[in-house]
């Protein structure tokens, strides 16, 4: 069982940057492929970035790609998503994810995560 609680979000103009941290609790967290994932009101919730749980390997998509990254530190429990050159199109509630241990982190299908934050606010001004 993995709890997951975000924080970081906010208000930002377009070209800054925001860092989300999720914090999780929870024995497994460290064998367990995290995600970062984003929803706008009357969309469904797409795919942002994830992190392997062993090799520090990493997938994006591409609307993110060169411009977020994702990151993990075992030790604090802590997973996080830098976003730099931020546009308004990336403003969503964003929510970090968890999926089995062990498991394979290249899954952009929020259905195969099985642990959910309640998510974090961000906007960006034009």
């Known amino acids: 069982q993995v709890q997951l609680v975000e924080s970081g979000g906010g208000l930002v103009k377009a070209g800054g940057s925001l860092r989300l941290s999720c914090a999780a609790s929870?024995?497994?967290?460290?064998?367990?492929?995290m995600g970062w994932f984003r929803q706008t009101p009357g969309k469904e919730r797409d795919f942002v970035a994830s992190?392997?749980?062993?090799?520090?390997?990493?997938r994006y998509a591409d609307s993110v790609k060169g411009r977020f990254t994702i990151s993990r530190d075992n030790a604090k429990n802590s997973v996080y998503l830098q976003m730099n050159s931020l546009k308004p199109e990336d403003t969503a509630v964003y929510y970090c994810?968890?999926?089995?241990?062990?498991?394979?982190?290249?899954?952009?299908?929020?259905?195969?995560?099985?642990?959910w934050g309640q998510g974090t606010q961000v906007t960006v001004s034009s």
């Open positions: 929870g024995r497994t967290f460290r064998s367990s492929p």
């Open positions: 994810a968890a999926r089995t241990p062990y498991s394979t982190f290249y899954v952009k299908t929020p259905r195969n995560y099985e642990y």
């Open positions: 992190i392997s749980w062993s090799d520090g390997g990493t």
